[in-house]
Nanobody
């Protein structure tokens, strides 16, 4: 079973930046030679989980929800099996628990949570105004 472990959450003021990382281990599907989708979801208090960004590992195609385009950058380090999310120009609406997610095959560009079979424990991001 794949294990996804996030790190890098924290508290910042609006306009600040954070970088999240996710180490993916423990499952043969997530090997260096395979193509699959990994990404990030978030959940704010009282709201449903929403997809933030994803990358089709092995191809490099990236996808973003409209609210983070131009501010967030998703990337994958194949050698270290680490997924990253660089978040710049953070806004209070970016506050939430951020989850690292994974799925075999291509990315679901609609960011349906059911399309991702592997989830990390989550890391808190708080942006104050």
């Amino acid at each position: 079973t794949a294990v996804l472990q996030e790190s890098g959450g924290g508290s910042v003021e609006a306009g600040g930046a954070l970088r999240l990382s996710c180490l993916i281990t423990g499952y043969e599907e997530y090997s260096a030679s395979r193509k699959y989708c990994v990404g990030w979801f978030r959940q704010a208090p009282g709201k449903e989980r929403e997809g933030v960004a994803s990358i089709y590992k092995g191809v490099g195609t990236t996808f973003y929800t409209d609210s983070v385009k131009g501010r967030f950058t998703v990337s994958y380090d194949n050698a270290n099996r680490t997924l990253s999310l660089q978040m710049n120009s953070l806004k209070p609406d970016d506050t939430g628990v951020y989850y690292c997610v994974g799925a075999g095959g291509r990315c679901d560009t609609s960011f349906r949570p059911s399309s991702f079979g592997y989830w990390g424990q989550g890391t808190q991001v708080t942006v104050s105004s």
